[in-house]
């Protein structure tokens, strides 16, 4: 069914862009030869992968991806510890709202001045934007942790580090999930964004396709942006159904 609507989207905009007959927004049968061009146009030992594979999706998707995870893994360690902590919130809670309410593309000067245009600015400008969501939702996961299951364990004897591990963190997956999952569509934005402006990657791509007139060209790397971002996110929901799927009535949905 999901597939369904997608067909009739890439259909509706053929008809769509065939009678409006406009250069700007070519049809989208031409979208696809030219994202097929990008994606298959390379040689047998390639796999048949076009250099723009190598060259642009594979290194900004590393990056990206990376940087993400890093941001993940603070975040969850940041927010857990904020979260348990009777009263840290109280005084790192304005400057956490502060912090997320900057618009992360507001902030490029910044990461350009303190990084130069390279990779550790992409690197820093994706990392702060994508550990607030994480910071956020971690502390309401761990703050609606059961507090007679984490007096339990303490009364068992059982050690900090295990209780927080067995029974804090899997009761605050939920929301740490559903953080991730914003972040994560924050890193594919703040990927684009951050190498339009150091000119690398599949920003400079998109942008040189729109400084030439190539419209198709920058339409396919729309299209194939979409795509990335719609498979890992599904591919996150997987992970987020595997991991919760002992929790009752998680098991088909999420």
């Excluded at 769509?16 to 990008?38: Q, W």
């Excluded at 007139?213 to 729309?222: G, I, K, R």
């Amino acid at each position: 069914m999901t597939w369904s609507v997608f067909v009739v989207a890439l259909v509706t905009w053929e008809l769509v862009a065939g009678a409006a007959d406009s250069f700007y927004f070519p049809r989208m049968t031409e979208i696809l030869g030219a994202a097929v061009d990008l994606l298959l146009s390379g040689p047998a030992s390639h796999l048949f992968l076009g250099d723009a594979v190598f060259d642009a999706i594979l290194p900004s998707l590393l990056l990206a991806l990376g940087s993400w995870a890093l941001a993940s893994v603070v975040g969850v360690v940041i927010g857990t510890a904020l979260g348990r902590s009777p009263w840290a919130m109280d005084y790192f809670g304005a400057l956490i709202s502060f912090f997320r309410s900057i618009p992360p593309v507001t902030l490029m000067p910044v990461f350009i001045v303190l990084f130069g245009a390279g990779p550790d600015m992409r690197i820093a400008a994706i990392v702060f934007s994508t550990l607030w969501p994480i910071v956020i939702n971690t502390v309401d996961g761990v703050r609606s942790v059961d507090s007679v299951k984490v007096d339990t364990a303490r009364s068992l004897g059982t050690p900090r580090r295990y209780w927080i591990g067995m029974i804090v963190l899997p009761a605050a997956m939920p929301k740490i999930f559903a953080g991730l999952r914003l972040s994560l569509s924050i890193a594919i934005l703040l990927m684009v964004v951050a190498e339009i402006v150091s000119s690398s990657g599949i920003g400079k791509e998109l942008a040189a396709s729109q400084l030439n007139s190539e419209y198709a060209v920058m339409w396919a790397w729309v299209l194939m942006l979409g795509a990335i971002g719609y498979l890992l996110n599904t591919l996150l929901l997987a992970i987020e159904r595997l991991v919760l799927g002992w929790q009752p009535g998680r098991g088909d949905d999420v």
